[in-house]
């Protein structure tokens, strides 16, 4: 399998939206983009992999089923708004994908 370069930046945009949804506890609201709702679904999915913890219970649990829904519904989105994102949405999307993908055929090994 060739390796691929991944950008850093959904990683920071993860850590953003991280940081908001604690910034929501104190009374402040994030701002909606298609950034932030897509690194929303790319919390959850990491969530369901295992790879962070729940922010509700702070524990690593594993559901690949929901991991892999979420998966694929970033994968429709993907395909539904073609031509439509800018390119920084486009490449934070495409690296979402990316990461997520190779995470999930880690864990179901296939």
Known sequence: MEEKNIDESYKEAVEKD???FKDSDKGEIPSADF?????TL???ASVFLGIIPNPVNNQKEENLNQAKLIIDTLGILKEKT????????????????????IQYANKAKI
């Open 18 to 20: 991280k940081q908001s």
């Open 35 to 39: 950034s932030f709702f897509i690194t």
């Open 42 to 44: 790319g919390i959850q």
């Open 82 to 101: 073609k031509g439509n994102l800018t390119k920084e949405e486009e490449r934070l999307l495409d690296e979402l994908l990316y990461e997520l993908r």
